[in-house]
């Protein structure tokens, strides 16, 4: 119990040691977000001439987050840790990747994420 009350007190540790010696990963506490995810992207269809304002919801965007849609940059406004509002730019028609990028370097990508018009 005094390791997971650490643990609690150390989100960022949230690590121990278990009776046999074994790792514990006791999870993901308050402060401590989880992985970078892309939930739910709105509207689901964009204009190839770009421009088009897209809001993803999702988990651990961060304040510098990029964002690329088929290997393009995009405009982004960081709302909060999980939504960001992004101003495509002029993309080919079809579907499209995703790929949103956290300063720290974690990646997550979504093929066929939106359809472009």
């Known amino acids: 119990m005094d390791r997971l009350f650490r643990a609690m007190r150390n989100p960022e540790r949230a690590r121990g040691t278990g009776k046999n010696g074994s790792d514990v990963d006791f999870g993901r506490w308050p402060g401590n977000s989880g992985p970078l995810g892309i939930g739910t992207i709105s509207p689901a269809t964009a ?29 982004v406004s960081f709302k909060a840790m999980n939504t960001l509002t992004v101003v495509t730019p002029s993309i080919a028609a079809g579907s499209q990747q995703l790929t ?12 066929a994420a939106i359809t472009v018009n």
């Open 47 to 75: 204009s190839a001439s770009g421009g088009t304002t897209l809001t993803i919801r999702g988990s651990s965007f961060q304040s510098a987050t990029t964002v690329f849609i088929n290997g393009k940059a995009a405009t």
């Open 100 to 111: 949103i990028t956290n300063p720290d370097g974690e990646t997550v990508s979504l093929d």
